[in-house]
Nanobody
Framework: QVHLVESGGGLVQAGGSLSVSCTIS????????MGWFRQAPGAEREFVAT???????????LYATSVRGRFTIARDNTKNTISLIMNNLRPEDTAVYYC??????????????????WGQGTQVTVSS
């Protein structure tokens, strides 16, 4: 059984930085597309960033327009972990952040429907 466990997050003032991490267990990490989504109160879950597995030698990194240039996604294959480093945070970044995983290379990596595994979420709050 696959388990995704997030950590990090918290409260920060606008303009500050936070990071969240996700550790995966129960499956091979190498051929696994991993991403971050977020959900604000009353809103749908939305795409943030993903590292889409393509083959044994390459991955593709995608970002939502709203976070590109401020957020950085990275994976550590030795620790079965992905992380999201968030800089220059804005109040509109406030949400529960979820990591998600899917086996192999998926067609629409920015769509929640294509992910099979989800973490429990971690809160990120940005005050103005």
């Amino acid at each position: 059984q696959v388990h995704l466990v997030e950590s990090g997050g918290g409260l920060v003032q606008a303009g500050g930085s936070l990071s969240v991490s996700c550790t995966i267990s129960g499956r091979t990490f190498r051929s696994y597309t991993m991403g971050w989504f977020r959900q604000a109160p009353g809103a749908e879950r939305e795409f943030v960033a993903t590292i889409r597995w393509r083959d044994d030698t390459s991955n593709e990194i995608l970002y939502a327009t709203s976070v590109r240039g401020r957020f950085t996604i990275a994976r550590d294959n030795t620790k079965n972990t992905i992380s999201l480093i968030m800089n220059n945070l804005r109040p509109e970044d406030t949400a529960v952040y979820y990591c998600a995983g899917a086996g192999g290379s998926i067609a629409n990596a920015d769509n929640t429907r294509y992910y099979d595994d989800w973490g429990q979420g971690t809160q990120v709050t940005v005050s103005s």
